[in-house]
């Protein structure tokens, strides 16, 4: 079974300039997680999709963070425009249930690794 | 609001000897807690889960709810268990239902 893809895998950007990450969840997996992870801190969940609906977004940065999962496969998370903070690694995650119907592991990607200069 | 705290940023031990990386959490309602291991270069992945009340690796968490923890531990430490570990807590229920909050991680050194 093919794991969590992400790509690119690391982005060096300007402060100001804006950027788009993808990830590719493992396939019939439901849900969809972003993660934010500053260097020294425990992964943030940033928005959680069940198939393409957002089920949480409420730590979501809304000004300058997007987020879509169109057709409930694939996701792209955009930051427009960046700031110095938001330097981090940016995780994706995916799990084969969706909202009531138990518990289950998250798979995650490797991770994007953002800096903004 | 949900909580999970790692008082430990740096643990090191020698091989041999028995380890133990503490979790504190603060939930509301009735707690699923996991652990989740990421070792050097690879992603960050399912180590135990307290509702499966399995040993993996050798390693075991009991979840204590009187005192709110949730520690890992294991018996004799060997130098392939140096990785970063992350204690999570999941929501079970409401509008986050499936959200893990993470502790801030405990970096594990085994030394030869």
């Known amino acids: 079974e093919a794991g969590v893809a992400q790509s690119p895998r690391y982005k060096i950007i300007e402060k100001r300039q804006s950027v788009a990450f993808w990830c590719n969840p493992i396939s019939g997996h439901a849900t969809l997680y972003w993660y934010q992870q500053i260097l020294g801190q425990g992964p943030k969940l940033l928005i959680q999709?069940?198939?393409?609906?957002?089920?949480?977004d409420s730590q979501l940065p809304k000004d300058r963070f997007s987020a879509e999962r169109l057709k409930g496969v694939d996701s792209t998370l955009k930051i427009q425009p960046a700031k110095l903070e938001d330097s981090a690694v940016y995780l994706c995650a995916s799990s084969p249930v969706g909202r009531g119907r138990g518990i289950n592991e998250q798979f995650f990607g490797p991770g994007t690794r953002l800096t903004v200069l | 609001a949900q909580r999970v705290t790692q008082p430990e940023k740096l643990l090191s031990v020698f091989k041999g000897a028995p380890v133990e990386l503490k979790c504190n959490y603060s939930?509301?309602?009735?707690?699923?807690l996991f652990w989740y291991v990421q070792y050097s270069r690879q992603r960050l992945q399912l180590l135990l889960r307290?509702?499966s009340r399995e040993s993996i690796k050798g390693f075991t968490a009991d979840l204590n709810k009187g005192e709110t923890s949730f520690h890992l531990k294991k018996p004799f430490a060997q130098e392939e268990d140096s990785a970063m570990y992350y204690c999570a807590l999941l929501n079970a229920g409401g509008t986050s239902y499936g959200k893990l909050t993470f502790g801030q991680g405990t970096i594990l050194t085994v030394h030869p």
């Open positions: 307290h509702i």
């Open positions: 999709f069940q198939n393409n609906g957002v089920v949480d």
């Open positions: 939930y509301s309602g009735s707690p699923e």
